[in-house]
């Protein structure tokens, strides 16, 4: 095997996963080994904020005396590793298309997918780096030197690595031989990749909000154990103890057994699943409803455009997971109960509303690149005798509902959880519903502003303008000062000053900034647009 040719190929891989990164970098000039140097810094980038996020608040428990904590950070970062490595599987075995361009070169079978399956690896490892300092920490905690700790956690990660990505991989490529997935790809795709998020956001948002008082350790309240991810915790427990070393004995089994069936039941039979592919393909035709107006025409053509699995996975998975985690992370770790609130908080609830919409919408969302989907489509839309700016409107109306139903939908699930009372729910929701609207008017003119139809990853889409670091930017800068305004205004609540003034006097002002929102936005947007 050579190893040569297998680190050129995982570079081809990691070039494809990331083609927007890849562009970016290239724009700064880079070439050759420098892009991918640039972006494996970029992944340690992201194990880097993960590990900052994440590693100060798990330094402060102790994870050898309570073993729920220690089970609830495993089964976080599950979920948000199952979501990435589906994606990532997708784009580096479908997406790509490559695995008959290897057939008449001179490199083995064996390192295509070797390469590929350490390029998806290593997307995946940035987003599951804390559980190495929830691994040590637990070891370290129990009485273990920092060597037998350290190693043990090494380990362990790999352990739990390989056997998440095993399990990734035979779901997607075990469906994928299926004759019934053949004849309705798309629909079956974009059910998985939806059932990945399902499994991710609702497993997130579960673990987020269950509290159990199973057990009082250092003043804190030990959560329910998740039974799936107790053996980690006896092995990093009781490193050198007999039930700790059988433990680690049947992971190591397990994970044995894992690799064992991607070895002998998926790769041999890729090659032929991806050629055969072609044959299997059964044309179809779509069914055309007469007598439909231009306007319902136009709601179906935009739909149709946001049915592309990989789009809606990669949405989801930035614009919906990540706000999740960082909110339902922040909300739970000092669980507070909203029953006893008065209704002078009701001018607060509905700021809370505006921030969380602004959390939620970002340069990923759907509504942010809509235009950018019509590709070539958009220029011929152009050319005909029809009014651009009712068009335009017609598409921003279908992605700010979609946007509006996300937002909103994970808004009721976040209020019902935390038993907000009717009258503080309802400004919730509506200052979601309005600072929706509101971004949605300012991402949907940035996609024209900055309009992109040669794209050929949607992932390009997304780093337009500011790239990662401008996501991330927004993301954070958006937390930080939305819970600035909301701590001032809590604390103008509690000094006891007239309600009614204050709460109006804050809509008033929004008011003011929401009209002067929507002039500068019609004035340097809409009214430019050819009727």
């Known amino acids: 095997m050579n190893s040569g040719i297998i680190k050129r190929l995982i570079a081809v891989n990691m070039l494809y996963v990331n083609p927007s990164?890849?562009?970016?970098?290239?724009?700064?000039?880079?070439?050759?080994k420098q892009v991918i140097r640039g972006i494996i810094q970029q992944y340690l980038l992201s194990g880097v904020i993960f590990l900052a996020i994440y590693g100060v608040t798990m330094v402060m428990i102790d994870f050898a005396k309570l073993p729920g904590f220690f089970t609830y950070y495993m089964t976080l970062f599950?979920?948000?590793?199952?979501?990435?490595?589906?994606?990532?599987?997708?784009?580096?075995?479908?997406?790509?298309?490559?695995?008959?361009?290897?057939?008449?070169?001179?490199?083995k079978q064996s390192e295509v997918f070797i390469a590929k399956f350490l390029a998806v690896g290593m997307t995946i490892v940035p987003f599951l780096l804390p559980l190495l300092i929830l691994?040590?920490?637990t070891a370290f905690k129990s009485g273990y030197s920092i060597v037998f700790a350290v190693i043990g956690a090494i380990l362990l990660f790999f352990i739990f690595f390989i056997l998440l990505f095993s399990l990734c991989s035979l779901i997607v490529f075990g469906m994928t031989k299926t004759k019934?997935?053949?004849?309705?790809?798309?629909?079956?795709?974009?059910?998985?990749?939806?059932?990945?998020?399902?499994?991710?956001?609702?497993?997130?948002?579960?673990?987020?909000f269950s509290?159990?008082?199973?057990?009082?350790?250092?003043?804190?309240?030990?959560?329910?154990?998740?039974?799936?991810?107790?053996?980690?915790?006896?092995?990093?427990?009781?490193?050198?103890?007999?039930?700790?070393l059988l433990t680690l004995v049947g992971l190591l089994v397990l994970t044995g057994l894992f690799l064992l069936a991607l070895r002998f039941f998926v790769v041999p039979s890729l090659y032929e699943q991806f050629?055969?592919?072609?044959?299997?393909?059964?044309?179809?035709?779509?069914?055309?409803?007469?007598?439909?107006?231009?306007?319902?025409?136009?709601?179906?053509?935009?739909?149709?455009?946001?049915?592309?699995?990989?789009?809606?996975?990669?949405?989801?998975?930035?614009?919906?997971?990540?706000?999740?985690?960082?909110?339902?992370?922040?909300?739970?770790?000092?669980?507070?109960?909203?029953?006893?609130?008065?209704?002078?908080?009701?001018?607060?609830?509905?700021?809370?509303?505006?921030?969380?919409?602004?959390?939620?919408?970002?340069?990923?969302?759907?509504?942010s690149n809509l235009i950018s989907l019509d590709r070539e489509n958009f220029s011929f839309i152009q050319s005909l005798p029809l009014s651009i700016r009712r068009y335009l409107r017609q598409k921003f109306w279908v992605g700010c509902k979609i946007q509006m139903m996300i937002a909103g939908g994970v808004g009721l699930i976040i209020g019902?959880?935390?038993?907000?009372?009717?009258?503080?729910?309802?400004?919730?929701?509506?200052?979601?519903?309005?600072?929706?609207?509101?971004m949605s008017?300012?991402?949907?003119?940035?996609?024209?502003?900055?309009?992109?139809?040669?794209?050929?990853?949607?992932?390009q889409l997304f780093t337009r303008g500011v790239g990662n670091y401008g996501l991330m930017l927004w993301m954070f800068g958006t937390l930080f000062v939305g819970a600035i305004l909301i701590a001032l205004y809590v604390v103008a609540v509690l000094m006891d000053i007239n309600p009614i003034l204050l709460n109006g006097g804050v809509v008033i002002w929004l008011a003011i900034l929401s009209v002067a929102w929507l002039l500068i936005n019609r004035n340097n947007f809409w009214r430019k647009l050819n009727d």
């Open 21 to 32: 990164s890849t562009n970016q970098i290239r724009k700064k000039g880079r070439k050759g």
């Open 211 to 244: 509290q159990n008082t199973v057990d009082h350790s250092a003043g804190m309240v030990d959560r329910q154990a998740f039974a799936i991810f107790m053996p980690f915790y006896q092995v990093m427990h009781g490193l050198f103890t007999a039930r700790g």
């Open 441 to 459: 008017l300012h991402f949907f003119s940035r996609d024209y502003r900055l309009l992109n139809v040669t794209w050929t990853n949607v992932s």
């Open 416 to 438: 019902l959880v935390l038993k907000m009372p009717l009258f503080l729910l309802i400004p919730f929701f509506v200052g979601i519903l309005w600072g929706t609207y509101l």
């Open 78 to 107: 599950a979920l948000i590793g199952f979501s990435q490595s589906l994606s990532a599987i997708f784009n580096v075995f479908f997406e790509s298309k490559d695995l008959q361009d290897y057939l008449s070169l001179p490199i």
């Open 275 to 367: 050629s055969d592919e072609g044959s299997h393909t059964i044309a179809t035709t779509r069914k055309r409803k007469l007598n439909q107006t231009l306007k319902k025409q136009s709601e179906s053509y935009n739909h149709q455009l946001l049915k592309n699995p990989n789009l809606i996975m990669q949405v989801l998975t930035s614009s919906l997971i990540m706000p999740i985690v960082m909110v339902g992370t922040m909300v739970t770790t000092t669980p507070v109960s909203l029953k006893t609130l008065e209704p002078k908080f009701m001018g607060v609830f509905f700021v809370c509303g505006i921030v969380f919409a602004c959390i939620m919408l970002n340069q990923t969302s759907f509504v």
């Open 180 to 208: 019934l997935f053949r004849q309705h790809k798309k629909l079956f795709t974009s059910l998985m990749l939806g059932f990945s998020m399902v499994v991710s956001v609702g497993g997130i948002l579960m673990i987020n």
């Open 135 to 137: 691994f040590f920490l």
